[in-house]
């Protein structure tokens, strides 16, 4: 577990003492609140009652949200960029377990618990979040008990997807993870992304990451610089990424 002093503050408290301003990629067209997972179960009236709830948050790339551990105090719905949640071991080494896009949530069961996030949070790109005090995800269920059955839906899809990954770590080669990983950090084209988040989300060492996006580059499936990794060729990586 990440101790409370990482170099970038932990926790809601550290993010709220910055006026992040919107930059191009957050200036793209928003998903609407009644698309997002959750809330599209929720009738008008109750998206009605729950918006002035609502805290809506900007955050640069690579910014901690939260760290495993912390208390969790709000369920979180992405907006607009995309978050990574992760797990560090105990001797440091962090694996990503998944990048969420607009429109999903994180933080439910945590909230429903009043127990600590299980895994620290942290933003890929520029993103927009929105926070719901736990208090006002506590009294949307006890309204309407259904909503608890749609938490679990999201939950068991997540978790599906989860074991896939866990397959694809032990079965499947270093290669084909990455440029799964690769594919799925792109947007139209382009993947704003460390090798080291990268590696992360694969499941391998930052020296097999540089080394197989370097034969990626050779192979004229990529071009890189610092912090951006450019697609050249989407379908040979999707070649790779099949390779079993």
């Known amino acids: 577990m990440r101790s409370a002093s990482a170099a970038r503050p932990p926790g809601e408290e550290m993010a709220e003492r910055r006026d992040i301003r919107p930059t191009p990629e957050a200036s793209e067209s928003d998903l609407p609140l009644e698309r997002a997972e959750l809330m599209r179960a929720l009738s008008p009236e109750q998206l009605a009652r729950i918006r002035p709830r609502l805290r809506e948050r900007r955050f640069p ?9 912390h208390e969790a105090e709000s369920l979180w719905v ?8 992760t797990k560090s071991s105990a001797s440091g080494r962090v694996t990503t377990l998944e990048t969420l896009g607009p429109g999903q949530i994180f933080g439910a069961i945590s909230a429903l618990d009043a127990e600590c996030y299980p895994a620290s949070a ?18 949307l269920l006890a309204e309407d008990p259904r909503l608890g059955v749609e938490v679990l ?7 599906h997807e989860a074991h896939e990954r866990l397959r694809s770590f032990a079965h499947d080669p270093a290669p084909a993870r990455l440029a799964r990983a690769l594919l799925d950090a792109a947007h139209d084209g382009e993947a704003h992304v460390t090798r080291r988040a990268l590696a992360e989300a694969a499941g391998t060492t930052v020296e097999t990451a540089i080394r197989v996006l370097r034969r990626f580059e050779r192979e004229g499936l990529l071009e890189g610089e610092v912090g951006l990794l450019r697609v050249v060729d989407a379908d040979g990586l999707r070649r790779v990424a099949r390779a079993r």
């Open 122 to 139: 942290e933003t890929v790109t520029d993103a927009t979040l929105w926070c719901l005090p736990r208090s006002a995800l506590l009294r």
């Open 153 to 159: 839906r999201i939950v068991s899809t997540r978790l």
């Open 61 to 69: 790339r690579q910014r901690t949200l939260f760290l495993e551990g």
């Open 78 to 85: 992405v907006r607009r960029g995309r978050v990574r949640l």
